[in-house]
């Protein structure tokens, strides 16, 4: 669980950063002793005066672990960002191509399980803009989204 920014991004927006509760949830397996690759699933969720925001996120990823005697990563991806705005009538939307970094150290808590805390930032770009389904004229948009705190890890 983790706290995080988010904001849309898009030649028509002023793109205020609102910080709210965001997830992830990463699944992986080794392939090496200093590699793991896997899949990410990303979540923001923000509500204020009755407008819903979230950012939705889904990538490939390959976490490393660049130095042999420490467990400090260093986690890359590349897939897709959504971000959904909705107020009851109207709702506002971008899909894009997100890329994703995030870094973090693992402490040893039992054999199997570490505490993770980490800071991320998922960056999507060259999407389409939409109001109520339609697509914006000249608006290319995407979603940034800043993320840091804690996770239980199985390992």
């Known amino acids: 669980m983790s706290n995080g920014a988010a904001a849309l991004t ?3 927006c002023r793109g205020d950063r609102s910080n709210s509760f965001a ?3 990463s699944l992986g ?3 090496g002793r200093r590699t793991l690759l896997g899949l990410s699933f990303d979540g ?3 509500e204020t005066e009755g407008v819903k925001e979230r950012v939705y996120a889904v990538s490939p990823i390959a976490q490393l672990y660049p130095l042999a005697r420490h467990p400090a990563f260093v986690r890359l991806g590349l897939g897709l960002a959504r971000f959904v ?3 009851g009538e109207h709702n506002l939307t971008s899909t894009s191509v997100g890329a994703q970094v995030r870094a973090g150290y693992e402490i040893r808590l039992t054999p199997n399980y570490v505490l993770v805390p980490s800071v991320g930032m998922l960056r999507g770009a060259g999407g389409a803009l939409q109001f109520n389904g339609e697509r914006v004229a ?4 995407g979603v940034s989204l800043i993320t840091y705190g804690l996770a239980i890890a199985l390992r």
């Open 44 to 46: 923001w969720l923000y």
């Open 85 to 87: 705005a909705i107020n």
């Open 23 to 25: 997830g992830n949830l």
């Open 138 to 141: 000249n608006a290319s948009s």
């Open 29 to 31: 397996a080794p392939v």
């Open 10 to 12: 898009c030649t028509l």
